[in-house]
């Protein structure tokens, strides 16, 4: 899967990151690089269902989708 970031120099010298098709998914870091490796955290921890969205029945399996 390919997201499109928004990077940019935040008000307090470090940079902010944020990802317009997910909202509310926001990181930051010192570095712009530190922003990307912060905003993929938060894209995953963004992504990532809720244990109670996991509760199967027996007929149900749960399997993962790489895109």
Known sequence: MN???IIEPGEDGYFV???PRLKG???QGQTKQEALDNMREAV???LE???TELFIHSS???V???I
Request: charged share 25%; hydrophobic share 40%; glycine share 0%.
């Open 25 to 27: 998914c926001w990181s």
């Open 3 to 5: 997201l499109k970031i």
């Open 17 to 19: 990151a944020h990802c």
């Open 49 to 51: 269902p809720e244990p």
């Open 44 to 46: 995953e921890l963004y």
């Open 60 to 62: 149900q399996e749960v």
């Open 64 to 66: 993962e989708l790489a």
